[in-house]
T-cell receptor, first 120, second 113 residues
Framework: AQKVTQAQTEISVVEKEDVTLDCVYETRDTTYYLFWYKQPPSGELVFLIRRNSFDEQNEISGRYSWNFQKSTSSFNFTITASQVVDSAVYFC?????????????????FGEGTQLTVNP | DSGVTQTPKHLITATGQRVTLRCSPRSGDLSVYWYQQSLDQGLQFLIQ???????AKGNILERFSAQQFPDLHSELNLSSLELGDSALYFC????????????FGPGTRLLVL
């Protein structure tokens, strides 16, 4: 069974602060994918990043960066110089990949989400 | 805009009723997924279809059913509705079904009174 834990239920920061959202996962699959999604107050789920289990390189996209560490089963997300528009619920998710994903389906298992509030 | 469309956006109905939620995937995507988001259960996978066939089933109640049509659009049918079925229902699509990125529609907010 797959499991994703986002221990931080709510985080509140002041604009321009850096903030890190934690994500810890459990899986027995050797091939799997990790994702982050953003859910702003309007309610839609916006895709941010996808990482496969064989690629542990950190990734940076503008003010966003992701730290994938297989040794600790973590996939943390950092927002640098946060802005009010970053206020949202952020979800970490896990899906099987490879043969498991193709034959048994590639459902996303989501964490509970972290509510980030950036205050001006 | 993800390219996934869902109708209706909002739905208010009474207990015991039946409703149908509709989803059109992104152009070219073969897989469609349904998820339920509620306050107590969080985001839960319900079911996946790939090119018209059921590929995976999650925590979907027997009162719920889904199908994917030849034009790849999908419908989620919810029957004998209960108060606890009130939730945001998302549809997502991906090109195949082996771990590709799932793009989500705007959701259908269902309120059962």
């Amino acid at each position: 069974a797959q499991k994703v834990t986002q221990a931080q239920t709510e985080i509140s920061v002041v604009e321009k602060e850096d903030v890190t959202l934690d994500c810890v996962y459990e899986t027995r699959d050797t091939t799997y994918y990790l994702f982050w999604y953003k859910q702003p107050p309007s309610g839609e789920l916006v895709f941010l990043i996808r990482r496969n289990s064989f690629d542990e390189q950190n990734e940076i996209s503008g003010r966003y960066s992701w730290n994938f560490q297989k040794s600790t089963s973590s996939f943390n997300f950092t927002i640098t110089a946060s802005q009010v528009v970053d206020s949202a619920v952020y979800f970490c998710a896990l899906s099987p990949g490879g043969v498991a994903g193709e034959t048994s389906g590639s459902r996303l298992t989501f964490g509970e989400g972290t509510q980030l509030t950036v205050n001006p | 805009d993800s390219g996934v469309t869902q109708t209706p956006k909002h739905l208010i109905t009474a207990t015991g009723q039946r409703v149908t939620l509709r989803c059109s995937p992104r152009s070219g995507d073969l897989s469609v997924y349904w998820y339920q988001q509620s306050l107590d259960q969080g985001l839960q996978f319900l079911i996946q279809y790939y090119n018209g066939e059921e590929r995976a089933k999650g925590n979907i109640l027997e009162r719920f059913s889904a199908q994917q049509f030849p034009d790849l659009h999908s419908e989620l049918n919810l029957s004998s509705l209960e108060l606890g079925d009130s939730a945001l229902y998302f549809c997502a699509s991906s090109s195949e079904g082996g771990g590709e990125t799932q793009y989500f529609g705007p959701g259908t907010r269902l309120l059962v009174l």
